[in-house]
């Protein structure tokens, strides 16, 4: 993997992929919820939680290796480190502020596992956007970039 450096990592690229992947992780969540195939608790909102991550960072680890055109390994590994950071912050804030308990649903298991598809997700939409972006055509190798 010729452009896997720190310094071929555009932060303001892993941001944007994050948002991206937020927005849509978000959408897929509304189209759920308006279908009625969640509401009640147990598998189907699993399965629902899973789709929506998965099709969420995929498509923010997309966004990102189009953009960037370099190193879409590192920026899928960012926009997942990103939602790592943004739930320490949000549960910090609410910690602090809303004298909040904490989730009561979300085991550690489980936490990690999202993450962890988090970041899986976001690195094969980055390799898959980076290989449309250079090569023209999608795939999960990574190459020595014509520019």
Known sequence: MHTEHLQNVRYGWVIAGWLVAIAMTSLVVFLFEASGFV?????????ASLVSVL????????????????????????????????????????SALLDAV??????PGLAVGL?????VAAVIGALIGYNLATEGKPGLTEHEPTD
């Open 102 to 107: 904490g989730w009561s649903a979300l085991t």
């Open 55 to 94: 099709a969420g960072f995929s498509a923010g680890g997309f966004f990102a290796g189009f953009r960037a055109r370099r190193a879409p390994v590192l920026h899928g590994i960012g926009i997942g480190l990103t939602s790592l950071v943004a739930w320490v912050l949000v549960n910090v804030i609410a």
């Open 39 to 47: 509401g009640q608790t147990g598998t189907r909102d699993n399965i």
């Open 115 to 119: 993450v962890l598809l988090q970041v």
